[in-house]
């Protein structure tokens, strides 16, 4: 036949696709998500996210170490505190484990990896929401902006480069950066979660940091039907000074994240969160599907919608396998 127009000669081999690939993921753009936990003398394995586990100061620092030497581009801290109460104190205490964690990672490597730190109350409070609750049971967006400005500034201080409000307050951002820049942190970057949704995706996290929740978040965090309303919450971020924002979740959610990514004057980052990579492993333990070929595709894919940052439970392991 004659056909002087055929798309798979640019497929032909391994080194033809490789020079034609349209979507290339560098770990630099990788974040890795990690928890480091107050009360434990040993790394504590999460059941539901196999490969990763609950680390102390020590584990924690040999992991950021590892993953700075390996090229990623930033870790984000989740920390678990041994004390809880109703309004989250110990996100913002000196000498609490998210403080000593951050501190930790930046005497382990110092500017050789971005420290960025989760700046939501939902670990520290007691019952499991991300702002205090009214005597009604409903959380109080404005009495818990206040909060977030506190524990902003201590996680500055204690040696993190970015902060990321992950709670889903309307004027979380302006508040933030006005605290900030008040306390002489202007160079603190802010990465908002900006479009982050009432998912059920996020069940193995909830194991990861002994979640007390009571009831649900959907009256803060977005409803997965709304499309539209995710690029009015990040542009709306934009506007308050906001650095990067994020999509969360990443894979369910492409559309969204191809819609912020398209207007966005900032870094886009998304998130691929707890449920995917279980989802992942598991099929992957099961002989469902190929894990060595799916993980690598499934990150790529979020790259290849718009996010100029991944935040992934495997991005130590594809900068040594994949990169």
Not at 48 to 76: C, F, K, N, Y
Not at 110 to 130: K, M, N, P, R, S
């Amino acid at each position: 036949m004659s056909l002087p127009i055929r798309p798979r000669r640019l497929r032909t081999s391994a080194a033809m696709r490789a020079m034609v690939s349209e979507t290339r993921v560098h770990p630099a753009q990788l974040m890795m998500p990690v928890f480091v936990r107050e009360d434990i003398t040993a790394p504590t394995p999460i059941a539901s996210m196999p490969g990763q586990s609950q680390h102390t100061l020590d584990t924690l620092r040999r992991l950021a170490s590892e993953i700075a030497a390996a090229g990623v581009g930033g870790i984000d801290l989740f920390a678990i505190p041994e004390r809880k109460d109703a309004e989250g104190s110990q996100a913002w205490a000196e000498d609490g484990i998210m403080s000593r964690g951050i501190a930790a990672i930046r005497a382990e490597v110092g500017t050789d990896l971005v420290i960025c730190a989760d700046t939501c109350l939902d670990e520290f409070t007691d019952h499991g929401h991300c702002g205090v609750l009214t005597k009604t049971g409903t959380v109080d967006n404005d009495a818990t902006l206040p909060l977030y400005a506190r524990m902003a500034v201590a996680q500055a201080a204690a040696g993190a480069h970015m902060v990321s409000p992950s709670g889903m307050m309307d004027g979380q951002i302006a508040e933030i950066r006005a605290a900030l820049d008040a306390n002489g942190y202007t160079d603190v970057a802010i990465m908002a979660y900006s479009a982050k949704y009432a998912s059920a995706f996020y069940g193995p996290f909830r194991e990861a940091v002994d979640c007390s929740l009571q009831g649900d978040r959907k009256t803060y965090q977005q409803d997965p039907a709304n499309r539209r309303e995710g690029l009015r919450e990040a542009l709306l971020d934009i506007d308050e000074g906001a650095d990067i924002v994020m999509v969360k979740p990443a894979g369910y959610y492409l559309d969204v994240l191809a819609d912020v990514a398209a207007a966005s004057p900032v870094p886009v980052a998304a998130y691929q969160v707890s449920g995917e990579y279980a989802m992942v492993e598991a099929a992957a333990a099961n002989g469902w599907v190929e894990r060595e070929r799916i993980i690598p595709e499934s990150i790529t894919a979020i790259a290849r919608a718009g996010a100029d940052i991944v935040l992934t439970y495997w991005a130590h392991e594809y900068a040594q396998k994949w990169a």
